[in-house]
């Protein structure tokens, strides 16, 4: 069997709804099936092979090629398998995925593993917003899995996160880790303003000094087994997880105080 390969023809002109090209909803289908799916596109729908030219078999391995920031929902709540993206993905990329793999060779969109619960997604270039976040409304966002941004990250990453680990290797936006409950947070870049706002607990690690909100107090420099520990699970996920946690003794700050304080930013020496 060879990988389910899906070519976008051009360059979509609306956004269009992919989340029903996953692992789990294309299990046991055949060709002809998968290619007369309806997706939505805007007000209207379009059948698979009238945007996409079909490859392969395998539904548990499927490729997009020609990616586009108008390609939404990639991976929406599939729970196996893996996906690949030649090109940029949109928004709600692993919306909601309870397993499996998403690896984007280009930028994702906004809400990227929004909600998500368990699994891994790979980006390797910039991220929109809301990474990791809930949706307006929800209370829970990210709940599970690993989450690795090869470039920058937009505003209010971890929003509301709940469990799991979120990785930027570039910069991320304003209220970074704003409102988290738990879960792991690094950045080894710069933060904009307001890291940590409304944080409940979990752990924000930052590779450079940040300018904090009043409302964190500076507990002083520590030495953390645990982060060993961490980088020791980072580097059995692969080389491109290496140097997220380039060492063990930091400097805590304890916060956010207006929501209970326990919380934390850790900021290397």
Same mark, same amino acid.
């Given at each position: 069997?060879?990988?389910?390969?899906?070519?976008?023809?051009?360059?979509?002109?609306?956004?269009?709804?992919?989340?029903?090209?996953?692992?789990?909803?294309?299990?046991?289908?055949?060709?002809?099936?998968?290619?007369?799916?309806?997706?939505?596109?805007?007000?209207?729908?379009?059948?698979?092979?009238?945007?996409?030219?079909?490859?392969?078999?395998?539904?548990?391995?499927?490729?997009?090629?020609?990616?586009?920031?108008?390609?939404?929902?990639?991976?929406?709540?599939?729970?196996?398998?893996?996906?690949?993206?030649?090109?940029?993905?949109?928004?709600?990329?692993?919306?909601?995925?309870?397993?499996?793999?998403?690896?984007?060779? +280009?930028?994702? *969109?906004?809400?990227? @593993?929004?909600?998500? $619960?368990? #699994?891994?997604? %790979? /980006? &390797?270039?910039?991220? =929109? !917003?809301?990474?990791?976040?809930?949706?307006?409304?929800?209370?829970?966002?990210?709940?599970?899995?690993?989450?690795?941004?090869? +470039?920058?990250? *937009?505003?209010?990453? @971890?929003?509301?996160? $709940?469990? #799991?680990?979120? %990785? /930027? &290797?570039?910069?991320? =936006? !304003?209220?970074?880790?704003?409102?988290?409950?738990?879960?792991?947070?690094?950045?080894?870049?710069?933060?904009?303003?307001?890291? +940590?706002?409304?944080?409940?607990?979990?752990?924000?690690?930052?590779?450079?000094?940040?300018? %904090?909100?009043?409302?964190?107090?500076?507990?002083?420099?520590?030495?953390?087994?645990?982060?060993?520990?961490?980088?020791?699970?980072?580097?059995?996920?692969?080389?491109?997880?290496?140097?997220?946690?380039?060492?063990?003794?930091?400097?805590?700050?304890?916060?956010?105080?207006?929501?209970?304080?326990?919380?934390?930013?850790?900021?290397?020496?």
């Amino acid at each position: 069997m060879s990988e389910l390969t899906f070519t976008l023809r051009n360059p979509p002109p609306y956004p269009i709804d992919v989340s029903a090209l996953t692992p789990d909803k294309l299990a046991g289908k055949t060709p002809a099936a998968i290619a007369a799916l309806p997706l939505r596109c805007g007000k209207h729908r379009e059948r698979v092979e009238d945007l996409f030219s079909l490859s392969g078999d395998d539904p548990s391995a499927i490729v997009m090629e020609n990616g586009a920031g108008k390609l939404n929902r990639i991976g929406e709540d599939m729970s196996r398998g893996s996906i690949f993206v030649h090109g940029n993905a949109g928004a709600y990329l692993g919306f909601g995925m309870r397993g499996g793999r998403i690896e984007v060779s +280009g930028k994702a *969109g906004a809400f990227t @593993a929004c909600e998500m $619960r368990n #699994g891994s997604v %790979l /980006v &390797r270039g910039d991220c =929109g !917003d809301f990474l990791g976040a809930a949706l307006p409304g929800d209370r829970l966002g990210m709940r599970g899995g690993t989450v690795l941004i090869e +470039g920058n990250a *937009g505003d209010r990453v @971890a929003d509301q996160m $709940r469990r #799991g680990q979120i %990785l /930027v &290797r570039g910069n991320a =936006g !304003d209220y970074c880790a704003s409102r988290m409950r738990a879960g792991t947070v690094i950045v080894l870049q710069d933060v904009a303003r307001a890291p +940590g706002f409304g944080m409940q607990r979990g752990t924000l690690l930052l590779a450079r000094q940040p300018h %904090l909100p009043v409302t964190f107090n500076d507990c002083g420099t520590h030495t953390f087994a645990f982060l060993r520990l961490l980088q020791k699970a980072l580097a059995l996920q692969g080389a491109a997880y290496a140097g997220f946690v380039p060492g063990i003794r930091v400097r805590r700050y304890a916060g956010d105080m207006a929501t209970g304080g326990k919380g934390e930013i850790l900021v290397y020496e």
